[in-house]
């Protein structure tokens, strides 16, 4: 759908890629940054429950 591919500057540089970007490797460059992205997660989120301080412990029976 739509039209087609328009003629566009060859020399505008953009930081996202620019017009009709697909880069071969997109794929594994999207599962290094996700895995670097939940792996900084992980160690903030232990990091947070190791200097977590509680008053006092609710106790709850299910």
């Known amino acids: 759908g739509g039209d087609g591919r328009y003629p566009y500057p060859k ?7 620019g017009w009709w970007v697909r880069p071969s490797n997109w794929k594994s460059n999207t599962f290094i ?3 670097g992205i939940a792996g ?3 160690l903030v989120g232990k990091v947070s429950a190791s200097k977590e301080v509680r008053l006092f412990t ?3 029976s299910f």
Do not use: D, R
């Open 11 to 17: 020399q505008v540089w953009s930081p996202a890629g």
């Open 33 to 35: 940054v996700a895995t």
């Open 40 to 42: 900084i997660c992980y």
């Open 58 to 60: 609710l106790c709850f």
